[in-house]
């Protein structure tokens, strides 16, 4: 006997159909090569979505086998790792769950990746817009990763409303110092209440969650050893940290 698909089941086979048509756009794009993010397990409560994954000093060739052999986007970097961070701590609520995805999902030299993306975002929007009436809860909230990602949302009328955060990238380094620099004495409260440790235990519960293969698991935290957060990642945290909770006690302020 067959038994009926669950609410489960069905959400997850139309995000692997939606997958298929995300590496189809990926081929055509031509300039890049597919890297999905882990699937999500069910409609999420925030989506925070970037700009398009970076090769990195690997190749398509090498990001394709990759991706066979299981591996996923924004499991690797510290980055990466301090805006899961930051999500599940300063964003949801105990029970909730959120989604990071890109704009584009050709993984591409960042050089490449600056020519012709509005013509690339384009090609992406509708997609885009399968995955978020897809994964999306009604009430969702939207993060933009960055201004670019905020700019081409608005160019082309993105219809959910969305809050823009700074991207992780070190590009963006000084615009953490000039955030931190008008907020000092908050900033020197808040160094102390994070730590490297943090990152790892939320890395380990993360990679641990989307059952990631020992290989890019234990690949993903070697990239975590360092002796201790800088005060750069700490001011990128903190960053983040005002953002979300800013989101939040305007969404769910006190009674």
């Excluded at 006997?1 to 692997?16: E, G, H, K, S």
Aim: glycine share 4%; hydrophobic share 40%.
């Amino acid at each position: 006997m067959t038994l009926p698909m669950t609410t489960n089941d069905t959400f997850q086979v139309a995000y692997r159909t939606l997958e298929r048509e995300m590496k189809a756009c990926a081929e055509d794009d031509a300039a890049g090569v597919f890297l999905p993010s882990v699937a999500p397990a069910g409609p999420v409560d925030y989506v925070l979505i970037c700009m398009e994954p970076s090769l990195g000093s690997t190749s398509a060739g090498q990001v394709r086998e990759r991706v066979q052999a299981w591996f996923r986007n924004f499991l690797s970097s510290m980055g990466d790792f301090i805006l899961h961070f930051s999500a599940r701590t300063y964003l949801c609520k105990e029970g909730q769950r959120y989604h990071i995805t890109d704009f584009s999902k050709g993984a591409m030299a960042v050089k490449s990746a600056r020519a012709a993306r509005a013509q690339r975002y384009d090609l992406w929007y509708p997609l885009l817009l399968k995955e978020i009436k897809l994964i999306a809860k009604p009430n969702a909230g939207f993060f933009a990763v960055g201004k670019v990602v905020d700019r081409h949302l608005r160019r082309l009328g993105f219809p959910r409303p969305f809050d823009e955060v700074i991207h992780y990238s070190g590009q963006a380094a000084r615009t953490r110092k000039e955030f931190v620099a008008k907020r000092k004495a908050n900033f020197e409260a808040f160094k102390g209440t994070v730590s490297l440790r943090d990152i790892r235990d939320a890395a380990e519960d993360v990679l641990r969650s989307a059952d990631v293969p020992a290989r890019f698991h234990s690949e993903a935290l070697a990239r975590l050893k360092a002796p201790q957060l800088t005060d750069s990642s700490k001011q990128l945290i903190f960053n983040y940290k005002v953002a979300f909770e800013s989101f939040r006690s305007q969404r769910d302020p006190c009674p």
